[in-house]
Nanobody, 127 residues
């Protein structure tokens, strides 16, 4: 079993910052990419950010580019998302995910790239 435990969610005012963490544990698996997705009520699940595990090459969704920073600590098997200049539209449940297969025919921006998912962390940004 692989567990992805998310932490750091909460309530913040517009313009504020939060830092999400996603710690992996359990069965050892290959990790090619880890990513963040989010979903708000009535909205489709949206790509937020991703990072390649070895090279730390990053990808961002258009709506968060310049405000969010994704990073990872390989030794701690932990993924992070630093969220700055938060907006009410950032309110959503944020999910971390692992690509353990390295299917390079699928974009890191697509949910189908990932095969392990966390339970989600609520982020609420008040206006």
């Amino acid at each position: 079993q692989v567990q992805l435990v998310e932490s750091g969610g909460g309530l913040v005012q517009a313009g504020g910052s939060l830092r999400l963490s996603c710690a992996a544990s359990g069965r050892s698996i290959s990790t090619y990419v880890m990513g963040w997705f989010r979903q708000a009520p009535g909205k489709e699940r949206e790509f937020v950010a991703a990072i390649t595990w070895n090279g730390a090459f990053t990808y961002y969704g258009d709506s968060v580019k310049g405000r969010f920073t994704v990073s990872r600590d390989k030794a701690k098997a932990t993924l992070y998302l630093q969220m700055n200049s938060l907006k009410p539209d950032d309110t959503a449940v944020y999910y971390c995910a692992v690509d353990s297969r390295g299917d390079y025919t699928t974009s890191v921006r697509h949910q189908s790239r990932y095969d392990y998912w966390g339970q989600g962390a609520q982020v609420t940004v008040s206006s």
